[in-house]
Nanobody, 125 residues
Framework: QVQLVESGGGLAQPGGSLRLSCAAS????????IGWFRQTPQTEREGLSC????????TYFGSAEGRFTISKDSEKNVVYLQMNDLKPDDAATYSC??????????????????WGQGTQVTVSS
């Protein structure tokens, strides 16, 4: 069964850090480009970052630039999103997705063959 499972969300203080994980089962992450996204009930889905199939290229968008880092552990079949200097506006449900379409298209509405269920991030003092 093909599945993506996010974890690592929770409560962080402003200026703090969290590392989110996106674990795959039923397929190999190295065969897909992996994107991280976030969304709140008030906002549309926002593409944050993407890592290419072999991990050779990483891409960041908008508020993720300079504060978030995407990485992959191919042996564990997991992609991570390290988030630093968190701000209250970073509070959202974070999801990962896998697709063979290029990373530069993650803002397209149809990007993402497989999606996880999301993990909640709250930033508050």
């Amino acid at each position: 069964q093909v599945q993506l499972v996010e974890s690592g969300g929770g409560l962080a203080q402003p200026g703090g850090s969290l590392r989110l994980s996106c674990a795959a089962s039923g397929f190999t992450l190295d065969e897909y480009n992996i994107g991280w996204f976030r969304q709140t009930p008030q906002t549309e889905r926002e593409g944050l970052s993407c890592i290419s199939r072999r991990g050779s290229k990483t891409t960041y968008f908008g508020s993720a630039e300079g504060r978030f880092t995407i990485s992959k552990d191919s042996e564990k079949n997991v992609v991570y999103l390290q988030m630093n200097d968190l701000k209250p506006d970073d509070a959202a449900t974070y999801s990962c997705a896998a697709d063979q379409k290029p990373c530069d298209g993650i803002w397209d509405w149809n990007w993402g063959n497989y999606w996880g269920q999301g993990t909640q991030v709250t930033v508050s003092s």
